[in-house]
């Protein structure tokens, strides 16, 4: 599509769209704002003008229509043009059959390819370092910030009923307390879980962990634009399904087989570490 809109005139705006997404990471920082925020708000960008979106992305305007540049496209106007092809048909949202409608079924099956994106990485060598990493640290750090803050506790939670030494690092409470005159910061990992709108923290606290030595694996959407630079391993959880929100079904599974992987490097010990920790909570009668 890099000829321009001119000279293909069948491209439409997902031919834009997946560009955009393939090459956010190797785009300069600016253009990389302009371009995930069009990846962000698609449903929305008809309201929008090339000013309303330098605003909203912090940059300038001629930022914006470099960017579109970039990829082929020669103003917004030119960019609402895809807009309006993509939007000008319509449909219903449940069929007479019963089943489910197009809107919904696409729905469906973007939330299940997120998951198959997932299983495949499994198999990929990112995922072979982040187990690596996660299984043989003294101590493994883990945390996230705003939305998926939940999403960390619980991981760190369940990722040690598979190991020990591992917590749940809150950086706004204790202001990484935990990492003061730590003598030996290059046996440690710090998972970091993260999505749009990414916190100011994460990439920070990558970078500090990375400079002390520690190992650090991140997993996070697919528009996560700084990861690579600053992380050993990489996880990319699809998010972008068509929901209100952004999808956690695949940071979801990202996590749970991470803990499955760890897990499985030590069969034995995992298992006994469930068992007592099932009987130490029948003792409580938590359950």
């Given at each position: ?67 579109l540049r970039r ?210 909570s029948r003792r409580?009668?938590?359950?």
């Amino acid at each position: 599509m890099r000829q321009g809109f001119t000279s293909y005139k069948d491209g439409t705006l997902e031919d834009l769209l997946t560009e955009m997404q393939a090459e956010l990471s190797t785009l300069p920082k600016q253009e990389a704002k302009v371009v995930q925020f069009i990846l962000l708000n698609v449903d929305s960008l008809s309201f929008e003008t090339g000013r309303s979106i330098a605003e909203k992305a912090g940059v300038s305007e001629v930022t914006v229509g470099r960017a579109l540049r970039r990829f082929g496209c020669d103003s917004v106007k030119a960019f609402k043009i895809l807009l309006q092809r993509r939007y000008s048909v319509a449909g219903g949202m449940v069929s007479a059959r019963g089943e489910l409608s197009p809107l919904w079924q696409g729905k469906l099956d973007a939330e299940q390819a997120a998951l198959k994106s997932i299983y495949e990485q499994r198999e990929s060598a990112a995922f072979e370092v982040a187990k690596t990493r996660l299984s043989t640290a003294s101590e493994v750090y883990v945390t996230g910030f705003q939305t998926v803050r939940g999403l960390a506790e619980d991981a760190a939670r369940r990722l040690s009923l598979a190991r020990s030494g591992v917590r749940y690092l809150s950086a706004h409470d204790g202001m990484t307390a935990e990492w003061i005159n730590d003598p030996t910061p290059a046996k440690t990992c710090l998972l970091l879980v993260d999505v749009v709108p990414y916190s100011k923290e994460s990439e920070t606290l990558a970078a500090m962990a990375r400079e002390q030595g520690r190992g650090v694996v991140v997993v996070a959407d697919e528009y996560c634009h700084w990861a690579a630079e600053q992380a050993h391993a990489v996880i990319y959880a699809p998010s972008s399904t068509g929901l209100f929100l952004e999808s956690t079904v695949g940071l979801n599974a990202a996590l749970a087989l991470l803990v499955d992987a760890v897990a499985s490097e030590d069969q034995a010990s995992s298992a006994n570490r469930l068992k007592d920790w099932k009987n130490r909570s029948r003792r409580l009668k938590i359950f």
